[in-house]
């Protein structure tokens, strides 16, 4: 039996398949999915076996493989067959679209991997998968033994806490047992070694309880901290961050049950379709086009519980910033411990947790964000992807996917509908439902009957403006004031985080630019810094232009921070929450901003675009949109319709219960199209007036497009290659494909490269899928002068 192997080895990228021969001991226990470690040169690396075969075309003599890391397969062998086509349709690497199905913690490099020297594997029970009675164990087997348990599942992730008052007590690392001092350790024992003889004997005997919390080990076993200190420095035991399980779910258990709602004819209408598709397994497309507030959610809530009734299971996407405390207590609330939730919020240790819930099949419902779309979830019955339009569902790096597609892909292989919902549908889902590619389901009322809020834009050109800034409108401060008078709530937009976009010299015109990239920096009040919104990039606040020593240096722009100071002056009292990327980097910071705002501890919600999906909190009565024009003018083809999506997506979090809902969008532009037709919330009309736009300009969804990006630290090393490449294309592509560049990338320079670009815009070009792997292997030569490629398939 032979295995082939996809090597977990980040550096050499290659999808080449690697055979190994399979000792019949483990002929067995190995699967297609099956986590490896396999020789590999002279270093011994993890892999995935992705095929078995008996015969090799490989002439030589194969080697051994060597253990087989998981009792279960990691992957199934949807994953492994998913991830083969996936990396072709993205120009990525197979490796990487497995690990990017895998939770960190089962990555090569996110730790050491323990393996045990090759002989001595093979004498081991375990790997022969027989039952193991420790008491008849030798002193090396034992040793052997502590190995296999560090490497089971169950021993690594360990529950230090149960409830989260005793978890703030406990220590934030815990000691583990390091690998290669067993035998030392077994010395010191023979030697009776006095004073560590009691912690010697926890390590030998209790060594599925490791690791553990130094207060843990010191109550339990009475040591001191010295004793610890110094087996750690002896190097018995190693110090390691530990994620401290947590139940994600915590806090929502207690919620009233959900009262039982009846759809009503549209919702009804929609889900008897969805209904019928999941009975006779069809792998069909839907999409449900729902104002805010129509009841999507209840329509797939429905539908989850019809799948589940046929014996099915259900996967749920949504994007990041909608899962909010609200969404997941709503769908926890209904299906209760069947659900499994997958988000970045999530620890390693919870994320991995959830993960494996969901492979050993002891979860129905998996909710959660983009990456769960490869959640290893089996007998799928319904996808749902709720916000379909969202950018967010696209990878922005490598492995460049959308789970858009990635679902479509798995709504195939299992045979069930996959549901696209949103109040304002992506132009190209739109344009499919409307060539019958997708089936269209629409609700055009709000559930509860309540109206739409009124939307009134205020013209910035001809506006008086409060305190002395420009940011703030005389008329909106004063509705603000109106609301909080009267008890209600407010949300306020900003699109822009920090606190002024560019410091500007007045004297000499220069802007301060960070050192690697071709950005301005932002100035940040909270942590008395300027930033750079990409690479990370901070310096101290300049007292003087760095170019003339000028003290005459303005801060422009806007940001959040700034429009919280202005507030605060111009409504002292008024309590204000502020939540974008800087006050909601710590863990649990969104939920308890979430939490605080709606136990009304807090007047105002200010916030950037985070703020502007999903969110239902009856009592906001007013929502404010600082600035409409943040995204209107970036070189986007999309600009617009990102525009017309987010103004009608945080319009919609107005009154959405009994009180009437009132949303004020300041704008430069009020007479452009996006921001007009938002104010009447009237997405069929934008959406044929933008389909006339993209019509005319050549833009998707008329055409599909490729992005080739290409960088170097050299500018011209980077420009040359772009031109190679493109009369390349030019001289393969047909006379109806548009290639557009090479040009420098929109932010020429990043993290110290210079980036340039190609755009390929075309209908129909059955070749191009192939000649742009070979663009891709050909810029591998090039790699050596720094030079890198990449190809983004369909860029949001
Ligand atoms: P959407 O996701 O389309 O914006 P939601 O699913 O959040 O809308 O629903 C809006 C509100 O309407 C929610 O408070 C929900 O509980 C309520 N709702 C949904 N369906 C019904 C129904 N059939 N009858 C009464 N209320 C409903
Ligand atoms: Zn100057
Ligand atoms: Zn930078």
């Not at 052997?144 to 149960?162: F, G, M, P, S, T």
Request: aromatic share 8%.
């Amino acid at each position: 039996m032979i295995a082939q192997v996809i090597v977990d080895v980040a550096v050499k990228q290659t999808d080449r398949i690697f055979e190994y021969h399979i000792p019949t001991e483990l002929e067995k226990s190995i699967q297609i999915g099956s986590r490896v470690v396999v020789p590999f040169g002279r270093r011994k690396v993890q892999g995935f076996v992705v095929g078995l075969t008996e015969k090799s075309e490989f002439k030589g003599k194969l080697k051994d493989l060597l253990v087989i890391v998981d009792e279960m397969p990691p992957l199934t062998p949807e994953l492994v067959d998913l991830s083969q086509s996936l990396a072709k349709d993205i120009f990525s690497y197979r490796i990487k679209i497995l690990q990017a199905m895998l939770p960190w913690v089962m990555r090569a490099g996110y730790r050491k991997l323990l393996v045990p020297n090759n002989d001595q594997a093979k004498q081991l029970p375990f790997f022969k998968g027989d039952p193991i009675d420790l008491n008849k164990l030798t002193d090396l087997q034992q040793i052997e033994k502590v190995h296999q348990l560090l490497r089971n599942d169950d021993a690594k992730i360990e529950y230090l806490v149960e409830n989260r008052a005793k978890k703030k007590k406990e220590n934030q690392y815990a000691l583990a047992l390091d690998s290669t001092e067993y035998t030392k350790i077994y010395n010191t024992l023979r030697q009776n070694a006095v004073k560590q003889k009691k912690l010697v004997m926890d390590i030998i005997e209790n060594a599925a309880t490791y690791p553990k919390s130094q207060n843990k080990l010191e109550k339990e076993l009475g040591l001191t901290a010295a004793v610890l200190n110094s087996a750690v420095k002896k190097g018995w035991l190693v110090k390691k961050a530990v994620e401290v399980y947590r139940n994600p779910l915590a806090g929502f258990e207690d919620d009233e049950k959900p009262k039982p709602v009846t759809l009503n004819e549209q919702q009804q209408a929609a889900l008897d379709q969805i209904a019928s598709a999941i009975n006779k397994r069809r792998s069909k497309t839907f999409l449900l086009e729902g104002i805010t507030g129509s009841g999507k959610t209840e329509v797939y809530l429905h539908a989850i519980s019809k799948a589940l009734s046929q014996g099915r299971n259900a996967l749920m996407l949504v994007p990041e910033i909608s899962l909010t405390p609200q969404m997941v207590r709503q769908v926890k609330a209904r299906f209760g411990n069947q659900v499994a939730v997958l988000h970045s919020a999530l620890s390693e240790g919870e994320k991995y947790d959830e993960w494996r819930r969901i492979r050993r099949g002891e979860t129905k419902v998996v909710v959660g964000a983009r990456s769960a779309v490869f959640a290893p979830l089996d007998n799928i019955g319904l996808i749902v992807i709720d916000e379909e339009h969202e950018a967010s569902y696209k990878q922005e790096t490598d492995p460049r996917y959308n789970a858009k597609d990635v679902a479509l892909w798995r709504s195939r292989y299992h045979h069930c509908p996959l549901v696209l919902g949103s109040a304002t549908p992506a132009l190209g889902s739109r344009a499919r439902a409307q060539k019958h590619v997708y089936q269209l389901l629409r609700l055009t009322k709000r559930a509860n009957n309540k109206k739409l809020p009124q939307v009134n834009l205020i013209d910035l050109k001809h506006v008086q403006f409060a305190g002395g800034q420009f940011d703030l409108s005389v008329d909106l401060v004063a509705a603000i004031k109106k609301r909080l008078e009267k008890k209600e709530e407010v949300i306020l937009m900003l699109n822009r985080r920090g606190f002024a976009n560019f410091m500007l010299c007045r004297e000499c015109g220069f802007v301060l630019k960070c050192p690697n990239c071709d950005v301005s920096l932002n100035l940040h009040k909270d942590t008395n810094s300027m930033q750079c919104h990409y690479c990370g990039h901070s310096e101290p606040i300049p007292q003087a232009c760095p170019n003339c020593q000028s003290k005459q240096i303005r801060f422009l722009g806007t940001g959040t921070q700034k429009v919280q100071e202005e507030l605060k002056e111009l409504l002292p009292g008024a309590r204000i929450l502020r939540m974008d990327v800087d006050t909601t980097r710590r863990k649990g910071s969104y939920k308890r901003i979430l939490d605080a705002f709606g136990d009304h501890e807090a007047d105002i919600l200010l916030g950037t675009q985070m703020i502007a999906k999903g969110l239902d909190f009856p009592n906001v009565t007013l929502v404010g949109v600082i600035n409409a024009d943040t995204g209107l003018w970036i070189s986007d083809y999309n600009a617009s319709e990102r525009t017309f999506e987010l103004l009608t997506q945080v319009a919609g979090r107005a009154g959405r219960a009994e009180k009437e809902g009132e949303v004020l969008i300041q704008t430069y532009n009020p007479e452009h199209y996006a921001i007009q037709l938002a104010k009447t919330q009237d997405y069929e009309r934008f959406y044929g007036y933008e389909m006339h736009v993209r019509h005319e300009g050549n833009y998707p969804p008329y055409f599909f497009t490729v992005l080739i990006s290409i960088s170097a630290k050299k500018e011209q090393n980077a420009a040359r290659e772009a031109f190679r490449i493109k009369r390349y294309l030019m001289q393969h592509l047909g006379q109806e494909t548009i290639i557009l560049g090479p040009s420098p990338s929109a932010i020429s320079r990043l993290k110290n490269k210079y980036y340039y670009q190609i755009l390929v815009k075309y209908k129909k070009e059955p070749n191009l899928n192939k000649l742009l792997h070979h663009v891709q292997d050909s810029a591998q030569e090039a790699r050596k002068y720094g030079l890198s490629i990449f190809i983004d398939n369909e860029p949001e």
